[in-house]
Nanobody, 122 residues
Framework: QVQLVESGGGLVQTGGSLRLSCTVSGGTFTDYALAWFRQAPGKEREFVAAIGWSGSATDYPDSVKDRFTVSRDDDKNTVYLQMNSLKPEDTAVYYC???????????????WGQGTQVTVSS
């Protein structure tokens, strides 16, 4: 029913920036909280950012709080993750996810995109 498609990943040098996009179709976009997670080889899926209904609230872990910004454009049914000052440890597959409320745990999200690879070279 709800489909999410990520884009914008790629290769960037340490200190560089990328903006990821996730376009959502199906359902009512404004009913969903949107989140970004990432997963690196050998690691668990990690919460990166979340934004609530209509962008009313955001949440970030300390590891990215001052570097990443999540936003949403309800007219375009798109959520963004602006990533600045990238570090090699940010290298991972990044996924967007949707839920009916804002959570930080991946198990609480109902819909997931396929992921987009972000690689930060040292």
């Amino acid at each position: 029913q709800v489909q999410l498609v990520e884009s914008g990943g790629g290769l960037v040098q340490t200190g560089g920036s990328l903006r990821l996009s996730c376009t959502v179709s199906g359902g009512t976009f404004t009913d969903y909280a949107l989140a970004w997670f990432r997963q690196a080889p050998g690691k668990e899926r990690e919460f990166v950012a979340a934004i609530g209904w209509s962008g009313s609230a955001t949440d970030y872990p300390d590891s990215v709080k001052d570097r990443f910004t999540v936003s949403r454009d309800d007219d375009k049914n798109t959520v963004y993750l602006q990533m600045n000052s990238l570090k090699p440890e940010d290298t991972a597959v990044y996924y967007c996810a949707a839920a009916r409320a804002l959570y930080t745990g991946p198990d609480m999200y109902d819909y997931w995109g396929q992921g987009t690879q972000v690689t930060v070279s040292s």
